[in-house]
């Protein structure tokens, strides 16, 4: 199984940036594709950014012009770079790997994906 480790999270404030990474290993081969996704408690754990062997990306609709994901040339980090920080943006954000179809449109739901990170915390304040 592919093991993924977060980091990058941190506390910022209102506005304010940051930028997580996310390191796979223990696969042979490559990933088809990576994904960030976020979560608070009381909540349901939503895809905010993905990424696919093509480098086609997709983004949730309230992070759309203020994320960017991205890969390293081996494909095996994955990047999630977060611009104008809201409060709603606070949570835990976990990177997931090894996609069931690959298909863009289930790039953001969270059965597509068969490996999970611990996650790494943001927390925006204002």
């Known amino acids: 199984q592919v093991q993924l480790v977060e980091s990058g999270g941190g506390s910022v404030q209102v506005g304010g940036s940051l930028r997580l990474s996310c390191a796979a290993s223990?696969?042979?081969?490559?990933?088809?594709?990576m994904g960030w996704f976020r979560q608070v408690p009381g909540k349901e754990r939503e895809g905010v950014a993905a990424i696919d062997s093509d480098g086609s990306r997709s983004y949730a609709d309230s992070v759309q012009g203020r994320f960017t994901i991205s890969q390293n040339n081996a494909k095996n980090t994955v990047y999630l770079r977060m611009n104008s920080l809201k409060p709603e943006d606070t949570g835990m954000y976990y990177c997931a790997a090894e996609c069931a179809t690959g298909l863009i449109y289930r790039l953001l739901m969270l059965d597509e994906y068969r490996s999970w990170g611990q996650g790494t915390q943001v927390t925006v304040s204002s």
């Open positions: 223990g696969y042979t081969g490559s990933l088809d594709c």
